[in-house]
């Protein structure tokens, strides 16, 4: 069964940094896609990153915002610097593996003073 978990989501301070978290099982995670994406309330979903063959970011959170993963321990990691408060959002992981795409829960970070 595979699982996606995202942890690390807080309140932090504008031009704070911070790294989430994501637990990956149930799959070999050397063969999947895996990316980022945030929304808030009563928006859409907004793609932040992917990690493949290549990193790839959106506009708004390139030079900031690094996608990284350690596959021999199944996890994923977003690290984000220089936050501002359009930053603020429910942090989601996902994957795409065997033609199928998978989502964890959801962290929340707010970027506020």
């Known amino acids: 069964q595979v699982q996606l978990v995202e942890s690390g989501g807080r309140l932090v301070v504008p031009g704070g940094s911070l790294t989430l978290s994501c637990a990956a099982s149930g799959f070999p995670t050397n063969e999947a896609i895996m990316r980022w994406s945030r929304q808030v309330p009563g928006k859409g979903r907004e793609w932040v990153a992917t990690s493949d063959s290549d990193n790839e970011y959106a506009e708004s959170v390139k030079g900031r915002f690094i996608i990284w993963r350690d596959d021999r321990k199944s996890m994923f990691y977003l690290t984000m610097n220089r936050l501002a408060p359009e930053d603020t959002a429910i942090y989601y992981c996902?994957?795409?593996?065997?033609?199928?795409?998978?989502w964890g829960q959801g962290t929340q970070v707010t970027v506020s003073s």
């Open positions: 996902g994957s795409t593996y065997a033609g199928s795409d998978f």
